[in-house]
């Protein structure tokens, strides 16, 4: 995707969101990125604005809201991201920017916000929060009760059941992903399995399986130990890993794995334009 005015979205605010989620993840200036993550984008929007504004509109983005990633130590990617009201803080518990209060927020929008896509799968089949949960304090009380960590996600029984204390339990990410109705299955060597049982069988966490997936890691590479992908690049008589090349010439990380995987080596995986074509067609 060319970016610019070629894909005419340049003064929609649907468009302002994606510049504004590229900056703080990839922006040159380091002081607009997000201080101690991470952060990633799904190869679907990352360079694609048009992805991501169809996206958008069909998930029930309006002027006011704010896009949120549902679990803030992953990336941005379809599964992860949702648009919420911008509010003040919460005077009364003080939790308003607390991991609980978004899970709270989320179950509830999940099941009332009929712009939301994934509506269809929870309000629109008739599943509903109980009333005792309307209340955010009450919620939480039963949380903190029932076993309720920052590493456990909050799951129904009876995915066909309500949100209320009787049908839900907080659970792991593979015990969750399991219990889904849309279990997403991934064929590794020719052999078929949900994500979460792969997680299982490899050792490796849901979350780092799911993230190769949307970032495009090559099967061979989906059950790899983690950090196999830090190897050490040689450039100049100098080794260093591929992230710290790139924190050094200013480059995403992203630009020179792309480059890397087509082949390119030396100096030319570190230039700060774009490569022309011509250059990465001698590499392939």
């Not at 504004?20 to 190869?43: P, Q, T, V």
């Not at 509506?119 to 009380?141: L, N």
């Not at 924190?247 to 020179?256: D, N, Q, R």
Request: proline letters at 2%.
């Amino acid at each position: 995707m060319v970016l610019g005015k070629r894909h005419g979205l340049s003064g929609t605010k649907e468009y302002k969101v994606w510049k504004i989620m590229r900056l703080k993840c990839y922006g040159s200036n380091l002081d607009n990125r997000y201080k101690g993550e991470n952060l990633w984008i799904c190869d679907e929007w990352r360079e694609d604005p048009v992805a991501f504004v169809n996206w958008a509109i069909q998930n029930g983005y309006a002027e006011g809201l704010e896009l949120v990633r549902k679990d803030k130590d992953d990336g941005y990617y379809p599964e992860n991201c949702v648009f919420l009201e911008k509010k003040k803080t919460n005077k009364t518990h003080g939790m308003r920017y607390s991991r609980l209060y978004r899970i709270w927020t989320l179950m509830n929008q999940r099941c009332t916000n009929q712009r939301l896509a994934y509506y269809e799968r929870y309000g629109g089949r008739d599943i509903q929060v109980c009333d005792e949960w309307k209340t955010f304090e009450v919620f939480a009380d039963w949380a903190m009760k029932n076993g309720y960590k920052d590493d456990l996600s909050i799951d129904r029984i009876n995915v066909n059941g309500n949100y209320e204390p009787e049908n839900c339990k907080w659970s792991t990410n593979v015990e969750q992903q399991r219990n889904k109705r849309n279990n997403h299955f991934k064929t590794i060597n020719g052999e078929t399995k949900t994500v979460a049982e792969w997680a299982e069988i490899s050792g490796l966490p849901y979350k780092t399986l799911q993230r190769r997936i949307y970032t495009g890691c090559k099967e061979e590479n989906l059950l790899a130990p983690i950090g196999y992908q830090h190897k050490l690049l040689e450039i100049n008589g100098e080794r260093k890993t591929m992230n710290a090349w790139a924190k050094e010439v200013g480059l995403p990380y992203s630009t020179i794995k792309r480059r890397y995987e087509k082949g390119i080596r030396g100096r030319d995986l570190l230039k700060n334009k774009r490569l022309n074509k011509k250059k990465e067609e001698d590499y392939q």
